[in-house]
């Protein structure tokens, strides 16, 4: 197993690290939201998982293939950065499309819609739709901020599942919701 140099803890369960060749540590998972420059020395953010038994990724594989929204504009709705089962991770850079008045603030719709596609991926069936959200819109966002969705499945009840979806912006929160989705048996338009 590589060895890791902590550098700082940005959070209880997040830390910034320079990960060495073949890094693999049980219970994190690596999320590159740093300049290229950082990137390209091999720095990353790696935030430790909590144990979700239900949701656990399988020993054989940690990534999951994507089945849902695969149409997605991933200009306006974020790139799907990590997934494995029960969770995943949404990064979108705002852009001038995005702004709302000439002080460059972001339309909340904007990252709403970024956080319902973390969920969908979260729960990642090519038939769930939301049903419901309540959300908190906690900072203002500015034209050119990077925002990283993380979602992660609550609770499963047949058909229904409880999404957590928290945006930061540089670490800090800028949104947070729980989405209500419900996988049905077929494609929402044939029922």
């Not at 979108?92 to 319902?116: C, E, S």
Request: one cysteine or more; hydrophobic letters at 40%; a positive charge.
């Amino acid at each position: 197993m590589a060895t890791l140099r902590a550098l700082r803890v940005l959070c209880g369960n997040t830390a910034v690290l320079r990960k060495a060749d073949n890094f693999f540590q049980p219970g994190y998972q690596g999320i590159h939201i740093c300049t290229r420059q950082q990137q390209a020395q091999g720095w990353g953010v790696y935030r430790k998982v909590p144990k979700v038994a239900h949701h656990e990724p399988s020993q054989r594989s940690m990534t999951t293939t994507n089945a849902t929204h695969l149409e997605i504009d991933q200009e306006l709705c974020g790139q799907n950065v990590l997934q494995v089962e029960g969770r995943a991770v949404v990064s979108l850079k705002t852009t001038t499309r995005m702004r709302a008045d000439a002080r460059d603030l972001t339309h909340g719709g904007f990252y709403f819609g970024m956080a319902d596609y973390a969920a969908m991926l979260a729960v990642n069936d090519p038939n769930v739709v939301l049903g419901a959200a309540e959300t908190k819109f906690k900072k203002p966002v500015k034209t050119g901020d990077m925002l990283v969705a993380e979602a992660t499945v609550v609770s499963e009840n047949a058909k229904k599942r409880s999404v957590e979806v928290i945006i930061k912006r540089e670490g800090e929160e800028v949104f947070s919701g729980i989405f209500t989705c419900f996988v049905l048996p077929k494609h929402v338009f044939d029922l």
